[in-house]
């Protein structure tokens, strides 16, 4: 075990006594605290200078507070995952046990940060009633693979930097999504987006393949500096991450790109209605509200085209309106379309 650099970073602000449990416990916390700075400076921040975060709902505004955090910290993590990869000459001799002070820093951080996460996705599914599997089991073997790396004085640094490495695709997740609840979808920015970050997560899937090679080559180091339930953590998490998660992941954002639908508060499409409209009919749009404030699509109603001004008409047997009158005034009050909307639906 080494626990001071020879050399591939600047180490002056990372020379610290690694060896102490209060140093990696208090660099533990220190990230925890960061990054719960960093989600409450974006709920003050997008409160007063964001039309769009106030039109939100609450559990609309947790998540995006919560994206700004993960892009964050996928900024951080890109960074010292490419430094490792490329640059780093302890890491790339010895994949299985090399250690730099940097990465101790780093993998305390990334701790304190997954503890963050954790807590906030658990809170905010407390709250609001809701559950993502794959984003709560994801979260929860990074914590846990992060606490042995904290916990371990053996083990080796070079895996670890390549696991926060996997976060290079957070921050185009994060953009996307704002992007999206702002209504750009339409714009070339959230589509050049949204190409970057397909890439990122093809790239991901490449990355856990040469992680499986590192395993499989310096398998008896890893075996000796690792305790066997870390190791056995690691291994299904990066099991799960390659032939789950990465794929599923992938095949949505791509999905995504081609139907831009916001998939974590979309209603489920069930109900006797039929289907939800594509993006292109479903808007709706108040007069009085900028397009960021688009409303949502709207079950039992339905579209007559652009003659009609994509008024919204009752989908029942006892429609107020023919047809013929519809696409005759173009202007006719949503009153008399429909009497209990109020006049927004007008076009």
């Known amino acids: 075990m080494c626990l001071v650099s020879d050399g591939g970073t600047p180490e002056g602000i990372f020379d610290l ?18 990054y719960l700075g960093v989600f409450v400076i974006c709920h003050q921040l997008s409160s007063s200078l964001n039309a769009t975060y106030r039109s939100l709902v609450a559990k609309e505004k947790v998540f995006w507070n919560l994206a700004a955090t993960r892009a964050a910290f996928g900024v951080q993590s890109t960074a010292a995952g490419l430094w490792a990869l490329l640059a780093d000459p302890i ?61 371990n004085l053996q083990a080796g640094h070079y ?15 994060c953009v996307s999504w704002m992007l999206l609840k702002a209504g750009w979808s339409d714009s070339l920015l959230w589509k050049l987006n949204q190409w970057l970050m397909i890439h990122m997560f093809h790239c991901r899937m490449v990355l856990t393949y040469h992680m499986w090679w590192v395993c499989l080559w310096h398998w008896d180091g890893l075996v000796r500096s690792l305790y066997w339930p870390h190791f056995a953590l690691f291994l299904a998490g990066l099991s799960l991450l390659t032939l789950v998660l990465n794929p599923y992941w992938t095949h949505k954002k791509t999905q995504q790109l081609l139907s831009p639908v916001d998939w974590n508060f979309a209603p489920p499409d069930t109900g006797a209605n039929g289907p ?11 007069p009085d ?22 008024k919204a008409i009752p989908r029942t ?16 009050s949503a009153e008399t379309c429909c009497p209990s909307s109020p006049a927004r639906w007008r076009p």
């Open 17 to 34: 006594d690694y060896a102490s449990w209060e140093t990696r416990w208090a660099l533990a916390a220190t990230g925890f605290a960061f």
């Open 91 to 151: 890491l790339q001799a010895d994949k299985a046990r090399g250690q730099q002070n940097w990465c101790w820093f780093q993998v305390a951080t990334a701790t304190g940060f997954f503890f963050f996460e954790n807590v906030a996705v658990h809170l905010s599914n407390a709250l609001f009633r809701t559950f993502d599997l794959f984003l709560v089991t994801h979260h929860l073997f990074a914590f846990l693979g992060f606490l042995g790396s904290v916990v």
């Open 159 to 173: 895996l670890a930097m390549a696991t926060l490495l996997l976060e290079m695709s957070t921050p185009f997740t």
């Open 276 to 286: 939800w409209l594509p993006k292109k009919l479903h808007r709706f749009q108040d």
């Open 289 to 310: 509200l900028p397009m960021a404030q688009v409303s949502p699509p709207v079950r039992g109603l339905r579209a007559l085209g652009p003659r009609a001004g994509w």
């Open 317 to 332: 047997g006892d429609d107020r309106v023919s047809r013929q009158a519809v696409l005759g005034d173009a202007q006719l």
